[in-house]
C-alpha cells in the first residue's frame, strides 16, 4: 500500500523523495503482507516492476513481492543487511528498500541512466554511476550521484564518462572508472575531494578489486577490448593518502575480477566472437600469475561469484551462438554453458552449494559441485528477472 508522500526538495542532481511505496497485496487495515522467510533473494523483475522474493533454502519462488517501480534493474544490498536499493531504469529512479519489512521507504531521482551502484555498510549513503548526466560546466557529460539519507541530499561529483565505480570495504574511498580514459578517479566519500590517478597509454582501467583493509586496490586495464594496448592489473596503492601506483602484471584480459582470500580472478575478452573469452589466475603476493589464458564465452564480463571452489563469470554482449555467456571455471579449465542469453545478475548462496545466474530473463539455479543447473527448468517469474542478491 502506498502512503502519502511526507517531503519533497530538489537539488541540483535530482529530487530525494521522502516518502514510502508499499507491498503488491495485503489488507486495506493491516501493513503489507511480508513472506516470513528466513533465508531470502530479491529478484528485480524489469517487465513488472516489482520485487520477487525466493526461498534461497529451497528454491522456490514465494507468493509474495513488493512494489520497486518502472523497469527494476540492478540492485546493491547494504552491507548490514538492511536495505536494498533498487535502481528503476523506467524512471531513473533509486529506491532504498526496507529488507525487514519488504517494503520501498525512499526514492530518489538520478539525472540518467545507471547501471553500477555501491552503497555504504549501514545504508545511509548510496552512489550511482552517471555516464550520461550533464555536468555542472554541461560538458564533457558524466557525474557521480552522492545520496546522503541522513543529510537529505542529493548532489554530483562531475566525473567524465563514468561508467563504473567500486566502494571500499571502509566506505572512505570510492574508485570511478571512465569510458575511454586512461586514468581512475578517487572520490574522499566524506569531502567529495577528487583525485584523478594517471595510468600509461593504452591501458584503459576498466575496474577496481579492494583488499580487505581498503588499503590498496588491484586495477583492472581493460587495454584492446577496451580500444588500448596491453590488458593488465596493476596495484594502486595507499589509497588512505596520496594514491600511488605499484606492480603491473600483464594479463589475458580484464574487465572483471573477484578476490578470493589471496587469490585474484581476472576475466575479459581478447577477441570478438565465440572462444574469445580469457580467465587468468593471479597470486596477490607479488602479483603472479598462476594459472594464464583459460578460455572462457567472450561478450563484456561484468559479472564474478566464487562457490564450492569453482568460479562463475557471466558477461553481456556476447555472441551467444555458439556457446553462452556463462562459464564456470574449476580446475584449470571451464565449463561454457550453452546458449541462453546474457547474464545480468549473480548470486553465490551463503552455507550451499548453489550460485543464482539470471540468464537471458531467467532465473536459473546452478549447482557449484557438479558446474550443471540443478532444476530441468528456470524459477518461474512472469516477466523478466534482471538482478538477483541474497538479504539475510
Request: glycine share 12%.
Amino acid at each position: 500500500m502506498k502512503r502519502t508522500i511526507l517531503g519533497v526538495f530538489a537539488v541540483a542532481a535530482g529530487v530525494l523523495y521522502l516518502g514510502s511505496c508499499g507491498g503488491s497485496s495485503g489488507s486495506l487495515t493491516g501493513p503489507p503482507p511480508i513472506s516470513l522467510l528466513p533465508n531470502r533473494a530479491f529478484v528485480s523483475n524489469e517487465f513488472t516492476g516489482n520485487i520477487q522474493i525466493v526461498n534461497a533454502t529451497t528454491d522456490v519462488l514465494d507468493t509474495h513481492s513488493f512494489v520497486s517501480g518502472s523497469g527494476a534493474q540492478t540492485m546493491v544490498v547494504s552491507g548490514n543487511k538492511q536495505f536494498t536499493f533498487i535502481f528503476n531504469a523506467g524512471s531513473n529512479v533509486l529506491l532504498k528498500a526496507d529488507n525487514a519489512t519488504e517494503t520501498g521507504l525512499v526514492t530518489a531521482g538520478l539525472p540518467n541512466y545507471s547501471d553500477s551502484l555501491a552503497v555504504s555498510a549501514d545504508g545511509n549513503k548510496a552512489y550511482a554511476a552517471v555516464r550520461n548526466a550533464a555536468s555542472s560546466t554541461g560538458t564533457p557529460l558524466g557525474v557521480v550521484s552522492f545520496v546522503d539519507y541522513v543529510a537529505n541530499s542529493n548532489t554530483t561529483v562531475d566525473v567524465p564518462l563514468a561508467r563504473r565505480l567500486v566502494l571500499g570495504p571502509s566506505g572512505a574511498k570510492l574508485l570511478v572508472f571512465s569510458d575511454n580514459s586512461d586514468s581512475v578517479t578517487v572520490i574522499d566519500t566524506a569531502t567529495k575531494a577528487v583525485t584523478v590517478v594517471a595510468f600509461p597509454a593504452g591501458s584503459r582501467p576498466a575496474w577496481g578489486v579492494f583488499s580487505s583493509d581498503s588499503s590498496k586496490a588491484y586495477i583492472l586495464n581493460c587495454g584492446p577490448e577496451c580500444g588500448g594496448t596491453t590488458a593488465s592489473v596493476t596495484e594502486l596503492n595507499n589509497l588512505g593518502g596520496v594514491p600511488a601506483l605499484g606492480t603491473t602484471t600483464p594479463v589475458s584480459a580484464a574487465t572483471i575480477g573477484l578476490l578470493d582470500g589471496t587469490t585474484l580472478y581476472v576475466a575479459g575478452t581478447v577477441t570478438a566472437g565465440a572462444g574469445g573469452g580469457r580467465l587468468d589466475v593471479l597470486n596477490t603476493a607479488g602479483l603472479t600469475v598462476t594459472t594464464s589464458g583459460v578460455v572462457i564465452n567472450d561478450g563484456f564480463h561484468t559479472t564474478m561469484a566464487v562457490s564450492n571452489g569453482r568460479v562463475f563469470v557471466g558477461a553481456r554482449a556476447c555472441s551467444n551462438v555458439a556457446e553462452g555467456c556463462l562459464s564456470i571455471y574449476s580446475g584449470g579449465a571451464a565449463v561454457i554453458g550453452a546458449p541462453k542469453g546474457e547474464v545480468t545478475g549473480m548470486q553465490a548462496i551463503s552455507g550451499r552449494a548453489i550460485v543464482y545466474v539470471v540468464e537471458g530473463g531467467e532465473l536459473r539455479i546452478y549447482d557449484s559441485s557438479t558446474s550443471t543447473e540443478k532444476l530441468p527448468a528456470p524459477v518461474n517469474i512472469v516477466g523478466k528477472a534482471w538482478d538477483v542478491k541474497t538479504v539475510d
